[in-house]
């Protein structure tokens, strides 16, 4: 990540503001990604009879992906925002569910 103070930009909000544009661009594309992703798995567990939620996958995933965060305020941000993409993902999933069935009509 580009550290603006260290490379001697003149600090405005502004340049923060283009460095928060940037990464949030990447960060959709990221998501896309996973979404796309979890259609997938959705088909998986359709044929596999599998239910959309696993509650202690869920919560192994968010303890592994913050293990590393040694700021309180920070992890629970992330930990918030896990919770969010791990929730957005069982909607594609129950969406494209719902599609499949309604495919084999």
């Not at 309180?72 to 494209?96: F, G, P, T, W, Y």
Request: glycine share 0%; net charge negative.
């Amino acid at each position: 990540m580009k550290d603006l103070r260290q490379e001697g930009e003149n600090l405005n909000l502004e340049a923060f503001r283009e460095e928060i544009d940037r990464l949030d661009h990447e960060m959709i594309n990221v998501l896309k990604q996973r979404l796309e992703l979890s259609k997938s798995i959705a088909e998986y567990k359709y044929e596999n009879e599998l239910p959309i939620r696993d509650e202690s996958r869920e919560a192994e995933l968010i303890l592994d992906r913050i293990k590393n965060v040694d700021d309180e305020l920070m992890c629970e941000a992330l930990k918030n925002i896990l919770e969010a993409v791990l929730h957005s993902s069982r909607l594609v999933q129950e969406h494209q569910i719902a599609k499949i069935k309604n495919d084999q009509k």
